[in-house]
């Protein structure tokens, strides 16, 4: 039986090749090691699974830019000052070198949390398409914030 090939992405070559198969062209006919087993992995790959390794992808570019100028040490750094920032207010009001201090703080916060939130919106908008190449044309790297 010759294999009835829909493009749903690389995921699905991957699912082949991870159940031991071979799924290649050969002069403009797909061709299997496996026919059956191969063309029921093709039939039963779904948008969700399609969508899997964009999520990741989408999460790793988030991470990625927020390390870029928030990496894990300043982070933590970061919450730590902000504690200890907190605790001198229970004592008395901040200084203005404090304040400003404060919000330089909420400034990488904020942009870091902007961040989160364009990862976040850009699943929610892959989770709506209905078709495998609209899955596909969907571009990560569109839509998020300007780097500063």
Known sequence: MPIIYRNKGPGMHA???AAGHVLRQVNGVWVSNADD?????IDGYTLEQARAPM???IKALARDMILAFLPDWKQSN???RMNELNMIRMAREWTTAEQDEVVALQ????????IR????AQE???G?????????AFDIATGWPEAS
């Open 107 to 114: 400034a990488l916060w904020h942009r870091a949390a902007n």
């Open 78 to 80: 970061c919450n730590a």
């Open 15 to 17: 699912a082949v090749a």
């Open 55 to 57: 999520i990741l992808a």
């Open 124 to 126: 929610a908008a892959l």
């Open 37 to 41: 087993a191969v063309q029921a992995i």
């Open 117 to 120: 939130l364009t990862s976040d």
């Open 128 to 136: 709506t398409l209905t078709t495998f190449e609209d899955v596909l």
